[in-house]
């Protein structure tokens, strides 16, 4: 097992006031959000809470308004083409819907970041796609197609393929999405022999609550944009924070709504306060 999580444990992603807009609308709030060598980051929220814009700045994919984002010490806006290319050695990705190509096998799949990224031959290289492919118990599944697999196969598949270069951080979108309770929970099994076989930092985005339960060290949960609490399991259940108990009970909130703002919405004009008429 990992050694215990402290506050001194070096932190593998730091981020520190990041805003983000989609044109006009204003979706990251300035926030502050961490992540430490080693460490089962769940993240959570509903939907429109900003958590998937995180993941998608996390890994490059958004250009930010304001704010710093480091990862494995590293400022990502000051790295070049070359420190990019470098940075993203280190981090694998498993996406929601596995994102295999479905004109490859499963084993030319996992190779793919080696063929990208290194000089390894090719007897090597199916290797190491058989080793991942053991870890994450599909040995002997390298020549069948990704239509030939489950579900569940497939999240392992791309899961297998997000670790082939042995990152030091992985991130994971909804790993359980789509799965029965037994599947789900066998991947869950695997993230977290993932952590501590490979002493990777992880990342998850899922809306699972049992899941995350399972095998988060802390849950940041999103809302609005805006950070509403990051703590272990038992601190997030025991939140007296309305809107948390929402989301860990599924409860809808009664929005209040504002006539003149839901006049502008209507018909795409912006009014001021107190005022019919239109600014």
Same mark, same amino acid.
Do not use: W
């Given at each position: 097992? @990992?050694?215990e999580?402290?506050a001194?444990?070096p932190?593998?992603?730091e981020?520190?006031?990041?805003v983000?807009?989609?044109?006009?609308?204003?979706?990251?709030n300035?926030?502050?959000?961490?992540?430490?060598?080693?460490?089962?980051?769940?993240?959570?929220?509903?939907?429109?809470?900003?958590?998937?814009?995180?993941?998608?700045?996390?890994?490059?994919l958004?250009?930010?308004t304001?704010g710093?984002?480091k990862l494995?010490?590293?400022?990502?806006a000051?790295?070049?083409?070359?420190?990019?290319?470098?940075l993203?050695?280190?981090?694998?990705?498993?996406?929601?819907?596995?994102?295999?190509?479905?004109?490859?096998s499963?084993g030319?799949?996992i190779?793919?970041p080696?063929a990208?990224h290194?000089?390894?031959?090719?007897?090597?290289?199916?290797i190491?796609?058989?080793?991942?492919?053991?870890?994450?118990?599909?040995?002997?599944?390298?020549?069948?197609?990704?239509?030939?697999?489950?579900?569940?196969m497939?999240k392992?598949?791309?899961?297998?393929?997000?670790?082939?270069?042995?990152?030091?951080?992985?991130?994971?979108?909804?790993?359980s999405?789509?799965?029965?309770?037994?599947v789900?929970?066998?991947?869950d099994?695997l993230?977290?022999?993932?952590?501590?076989? @490979?002493?990777?930092?992880?990342?998850?985005?899922?809306?699972?609550?049992d899941?995350?339960?399972?095998?988060?060290?802390?849950?940041?949960?999103?809302?609005?944009?805006?950070?509403?609490m990051?703590?272990?399991?038992?601190?997030?259940?025991?939140?007296?924070?309305?809107?948390?108990?929402n989301?860990?009970?599924?409860?809808?909130?009664?929005?209040?709504?504002?006539?003149?703002?839901?006049?502008?919405r209507?018909?795409?004009?912006?009014?001021?306060?107190q005022?019919?008429?239109?600014?």
């Amino acid at each position: 097992m @990992m050694t215990e999580l402290t506050a001194d444990t070096p932190l593998a992603i730091e981020v520190t006031g990041l805003v983000t807009h989609y044109g006009p609308r204003k979706i990251l709030n300035g926030i502050d959000f961490d992540v430490r060598e080693g460490e089962i980051m769940v993240i959570m929220g509903g939907s429109g809470s900003g958590k998937s814009t995180l993941m998608r700045h996390l890994l490059s994919l958004e250009q930010r308004t304001a704010g710093t984002m480091k990862l494995l010490g590293q400022d990502v806006a000051e790295l070049d083409v070359k420190g990019r290319t470098e940075l993203s050695k280190k981090i694998g990705v498993a996406f929601q819907s596995g994102a295999l190509f479905s004109s490859m096998s499963v084993g030319e799949n996992i190779k793919l970041p080696l063929a990208e990224h290194t000089k390894l031959d090719d007897l090597t290289q199916d290797i190491m796609a058989r080793m991942k492919l053991e870890v994450v118990d599909l040995a002997g599944f390298e020549d069948l197609m990704p239509s030939e697999l489950s579900g569940g196969m497939i999240k392992r598949a791309a899961m297998a393929r997000a670790i082939i270069m042995d990152p030091k951080i992985l991130f994971c979108d909804e790993p359980s999405a789509g799965l029965d309770p037994v599947v789900a929970s066998a991947l869950d099994d695997l993230i977290l022999k993932l952590r501590d076989a @490979m002493r990777m930092s992880i990342v998850v985005v899922t809306h699972e609550l049992d899941s995350a339960f399972k095998i988060a060290d802390r849950i940041t949960v999103l809302d609005r944009g805006d950070i509403l609490m990051c703590g272990t399991v038992d601190e997030i259940r025991g939140s007296s924070n309305q809107r948390i108990q929402n989301i860990l009970n599924r409860r809808t909130e009664e929005e209040i709504i504002d006539a003149d703002e839901y006049l502008a919405r209507l018909t795409g004009t912006d009014y001021g306060p107190q005022t019919d008429t239109p600014l």
